[in-house]
């Protein structure tokens, strides 16, 4: 073999290769003039993007969210600027974020390196789920610490310390105490080892998956660990950050949550610590955001928060491929538990998939068909003619009439119900409307599909009346909410039991898959999420006032004569039990659920 040509060097301009002496680490790379700042040289042209670079610099070392922007080449975003901000002035703060919008490089990599920066006897910890997770985020710090040009214009001497740790676990920057037992930087997953640590910083980041929220028993044992383990290594004035996904609505995260909002409620401590704080970030503005001065729109509803990440039509399509119940989860911070919510995922995807968009003859369309790709399984007008006889139109009404920032939305839900008891969602809106508004949007709804108006027995209703005088007071219908009445939480449970048996259709997509529009969308979510005790949301109680005056057996010519049974001792007639099956409607009209149930049972056997 011919001779080896001369080895290239590994060694970087102005680095220098440390030596193997005790307590040094072999092939570690340090400046060659650490502790002399990076500045403009004086005969260098002041033009103009120098000058604003060495302001940038200056502003870098008292902001940190500047110092983020700077190192990571980043255009500026309003919502990390709030992150940051939070972050000064809560010690224990927890952040409930979409995916995908720089939480980690923001916060959990920038913001310890820039506290470090300004204090380098800082002890700090990163908590991941796991070990392997946490060691990822530790190569972050080395390759900034050792190569990052614009860190050190900003902090000259954030180097890894030659003499001290360097790994992706464990790190040391110069500056550190000697003797210190903890290092600048420790990265561990769950159930790391912490016992003996005395930390300053705590970083939990993603720490709650869906492995350790998976069980009761794992979300106890995570929640105990960092009780146990973790808070308790925190010196005095030390902080504690969390930031993740809403995974699970009992997960550490949540429950820490809860712990801050009692101990708010309980007025905090004497110094005005009221421990956890929390806060939400979905992927999209949920509502307009005005300017508090000058009353202007900077940030309109469904503008991505974080648009150098985020579209609008990526927004779309990864709810679409995510679905209702994950796209919650992921992008609009909802954590949902099956086990504790009164609807299931999958009988609202029977639902959907039930109303997904037809043809002229009743055919579901071709998902795969190109020209099918828009249309959607929402009713905006019946042919009244075409109905079979029998059928029921039902407009629930929620009222609001208030514009206010605070004040509850105004809703309509339009229901169809069949012949056969089978029901079906025509349309939904919401919105925050004055008086006029809302009468014209009744007017709307009577004329599209020629219900009756159910409005609850209020004020509101006779309000309602006197705007309305041409249609008579025989379309708007009271519904009453007293003791006698059934109440929206019971008609919540049978509604419940309604959609278990496949009795609703919601319109969706060609695929079936995802709402038609996004106010059926809320209302999606809106029953999801909805758990026993919890405020009814102002489409849900649209929908279920509709629903109590939707009858299962809504023709009485169904039945021409009474069928009467004897079974096991109780006789039934006409779909009602002598027992007192009816849920607070009178005995024997036929509109019971158990009574329709049971009749339905026993007349196909006769």
Same mark, same amino acid.
């Given at each position: 073999?011919?001779?080896?040509? +001369? ?8 680095? /220098? ?7 040094? !680490? ?27 670079? !060495? ?35 809560? %010690?224990?703060?927890?952040?409930? *974020? ?5 939480? /980690? ?7 310890? @390196?820039?506290?470090? *920066? ?37 902090? %000259? ?31 561990? $997953?769950? !159930?790391? %080892? ?26 106890d044992f995570v929640h105990g660990w960092l009780l146990n383990e973790v808070v308790g290594r925190l010196l005095p004035g030390g902080r504690f950050r969390v930031y993740g996904n809403a995974v699970h609505p009992d997960d550490f995260m949540h429950r820490f949550e809860r712990e801050g909002v009692a101990a708010a ?26 300017? %508090? ?45 099956? /086990? ?11 639902? @959907? ?34 109905? +079979?006889? *029998? ?94 009445? +059934? ?45 026993? $005790? ?26 021409r004569e009474p069928r009467v049974r004897l079974r096991g001792g109780r006789v039934w007639t006409d779909g009602v039990s002598r027992l007192d099956f009816t849920n607070g409607r009178r005995q024997g009209d036929g509109d019971s659920v158990l009574g329709w149930r049971f009749w339905r049972e026993r007349t196909r056997?006769?």
């Amino acid at each position: 073999m011919g001779r080896r040509g +001369p080895r290239p060097s590994s060694e970087k301009a102005g680095w /220098s290769r440390t030596g193997t002496a005790t307590g040094q !680490n072999p092939g570690a790379f340090r400046p060659a003039s650490a502790s002399a700042p990076v500045q403009v040289a004086p005969s260098a042209p002041a033009n103009v993007l120098t000058i604003l670079e !060495n302001k940038t610099v200056e502003r870098a070392r008292e902001c940190s969210w500047t110092f983020a922007n700077y190192v990571l080449d980043r255009d500026p975003c309003d919502m990390h600027r709030e992150w940051h901000a939070a972050l000064d002035r809560h %010690p224990y703060w927890i952040l409930f *974020g979409a995916v995908e919008l720089a939480k /980690s490089q923001q916060l959990s990599i920038c913001r310890p @390196l820039w506290e470090l *920066g300004r204090d380098p006897t800082l002890a700090t910890a990163l908590i991941g789920n796991t070990a392997t997770q946490a060691e990822l985020r530790g190569r972050q710090y080395r390759e900034l610490l050792a190569y990052s040009d614009r860190m050190h214009r900003v902090f %000259p001497r954030l180097y890894p310390d030659p003499r001290g740790h360097d790994s992706d676990s464990i790190i040391d920057v110069m500056d550190r105490p000697r003797g210190a037992s903890d290092p600048s930087i420790r990265c561990v $997953g769950v !159930n790391g %080892p912490l016992r003996q640590s005395r930390l300053n910083l705590i970083t939990a980041d993603d720490a709650a998956d869906f492995g350790n929220t998976l069980t009761e028993h794992m979300r106890d044992f995570v929640h105990g660990w960092l009780l146990n383990e973790v808070v308790g290594r925190l010196l005095p004035g030390g902080r504690f950050r969390v930031y993740g996904n809403a995974v699970h609505p009992d997960d550490f995260m949540h429950r820490f949550e809860r712990e801050g909002v009692a101990a708010a409620l309980e007025g905090g401590d004497e110094e005005g610590l009221i421990g956890w704080v929390s806060a939400r970030y979905p992927i999209d503005y949920k509502e307009d955001v005005l300017d %508090p001065e000058t009353g202007r729109v900077l940030h309109e509803k469904g503008e991505p928060r974080f648009p150098g990440m985020w579209t609008r039509q990526r927004i779309l399509q990864r709810r679409r491929i995510l679905g209702t119940v994950e796209a919650a989860r992921q992008l609009d911070c909802v954590a949902r538990d099956d /086990s504790t919510s009164m609807v299931k995922s999958a009988w609202m995807g029977a639902a @959907l998939e039930k109303g997904r968009p037809r043809d002229e003859c009743g055919a579901v369309l071709d998902a795969m068909d190109p020209r099918n790709r828009d249309r959607t399984g929402i009713v905006l007008a019946l042919n009244h003619r075409e109905l +079979p006889n *029998g059928t029921v139109m039902l407009t629930g009404t929620d009222l609001g009439f208030s514009k206010a920032k605070t004040a509850n939305e105004t809703a309509f839900c339009d229901v169809q119900v069949e012949p056969s008891g089978f029901r079906r969602l025509l349309c939904v809106e919401g919105g925050k409307w004055d008086p006029p508004e809302t009468a014209r949007t009744a007017q709307k709804h009577l004329e599209r599909y020629g219900s009756e108006v159910w409005v609850e027995s209020t004020g509101q209703q006779s309000m309602l009346h006197k705007m309305m005088p041409e249609l008579g007071y025989a379309r708007i219908r009271a519904h009453c909410t007293g003791s006698t009445e +059934p109440n929206l939480k019971s008609e919540m449970r049978l509604f419940a039991w309604e959609l278990e048996q496949g009795m609703w259709s919601f319109p969706s997509d060609v695929t079936g898959t995802k709402p038609a529009t996004a106010q059926v969308e809320r209302l999606c979510k809106d029953i999801l999420n909805y758990r026993e $005790g919890d405020h009814m949301p102002d489409r849900l109680s649209a929908l279920l006032i509709a629903r109590s005056h939707a009858p299962l057996r809504p023709y009485k010519e169904a039945v021409r004569e009474p069928r009467v049974r004897l079974r096991g001792g109780r006789v039934w007639t006409d779909g009602v039990s002598r027992l007192d099956f009816t849920n607070g409607r009178r005995q024997g009209d036929g509109d019971s659920v158990l009574g329709w149930r049971f009749w339905r049972e026993r007349t196909r056997s006769g």
